[in-house]
């Protein structure tokens, strides 16, 4: 039997319109499936219905992958692969598999020999990077940063190091409502000649990139509670 494949289907970065930030074919691959593994069954059918208006969603099969998901269901979501089945993998907002519990289950495909196609999108990391003027060549996504308070400045100090000595760019993300606390953090224990760049709301209406030093930064005020943000570093030579 010949095995299905098995789709990353991007999403986008919020309330926006999809056909602004994803390709037609994205249309057309959601409009052939009925079977995704996704992170929340509520945010998928409402993006798939962004999508594909038309879909019947009581014909839908949604498997669902997030923090909850034991190891063990794993080889469900992947099994009508197995039986010829072709189906589509879609994260809570961007690209499947890119700081995104997806992976685990795109690992599992390709250990049971199963193609996996990943389909143009909207990424916040390389959007960001792409935005933020600082080195493209050597960059590094580092997640979360800890929450404790010493920690966190150990550890903004070892990656703004990082970045001085290897020429490379850092990026990070915070849950939103803490985003402001981060970008005190960050301008009250980098040198002041460090670029930081934030980068928030991304293809939303209300996106702001901007990339200033430490000491500009000091300077400027802005808002990002509640706000998608991916903040970047990096200290030059």
């Known amino acids: 039997m010949t095995k299905g494949k098995l789709y990353l289907i991007p999403c986008t970065l919020g309330e926006s319109n999809p056909f602004h930030v994803l390709p037609a074919q994205v249309k057309t691959i959601i409009d052939s499936l009925d079977t995704f593994v996704v992170e929340n069954s509520k945010a998928a059918r409402k993006f798939i219905k962004s999508i594909a208006p038309e879909k019947q969603q009581s014909s839908l099969t949604l498997f669902e992958l997030n923090k909850f998901t034991e190891a ?3 080889p469900n979501f992947i099994q009508p692969c197995l039986e010829g089945k072709t189906i589509g993998l879609i994260s809570d907002a961007g690209c499947p598999g890119i700081a995104d519990p997806g992976a685990d289950v795109v690992s ?47 550890e903004l100090k070892r990656l703004e190091r990082l970045s001085f000595e290897h020429n490379q760019t850092q990026s990070f993300i915070e849950t939103p409502y803490r985003n402001n606390k981060l970008l005190e953090d960050l301008c009250n224990t980098l040198s002041e000649s460090t670029e930081i760049c934030v ?7 209300t996106e702001l990139i901007k990339t200033k030093t430490v000491n500009q930064w000091k300077k400027n005020s802005v808002d990002l509670h509640k706000r998608p943000t ?3 570093i990096h200290k030059s030579f």
């Open 72 to 74: 063990a269901d794993l």
């Open 108 to 154: 599992l495909a390709h250990k049971n020999d199963i193609q996996v196609v990943p389909l143009v999108g909207p990424s916040s990391i390389l959007l960001a990077m792409m935005a933020s003027g600082m080195n493209g060549q050597s960059f590094a996504f580092n997640g979360y940063l800890p929450i404790d308070k010493g920690e966190r400045k150990a």
């Open 199 to 205: 980068a928030c709301d991304i293809t939303l209406p």
């Open 230 to 232: 991916l903040f970047i």
